[in-house]
């Protein structure tokens, strides 16, 4: 007699996407694509045309790229939206 053999549990591993939320639409339609060779990144947004070149370092990843994309978005100085009843007054 021998015992009941367990059952073999596989966990996937977690991989990181392809495409990322865009910081200016909210869709997730942002690619990265790295040139290692002249060591410079493009990543852009194909539904709301959002696009920014980035000189990298040799250890950045896509998620360093968007990180930096998102950085750049909301640090960006936003417009005064000031209604034109509160300038006549």
Do not use: W
């Amino acid at each position: 007699m021998g015992r009941k053999r367990k059952r073999v549990v596989h966990i996937p591993k977690k991989r990181l996407p392809k495409f990322f939320s865009c910081p200016k639409c909210g869709r997730e339609t942002v690619g990265v694509k790295i040139s290692r060779d002249v060591a410079r990144a493009i990543a852009g947004c194909s539904s709301c045309g959002l696009n920014e070149d980035f000189p990298i370092k040799p250890a950045q990843t896509e998620v360093d790229i968007y990180c930096l994309l998102t950085d750049k978005v909301f640090s960006s100085p936003k417009k005064n939206l000031v209604s034109k009843t509160q300038n006549d007054s």
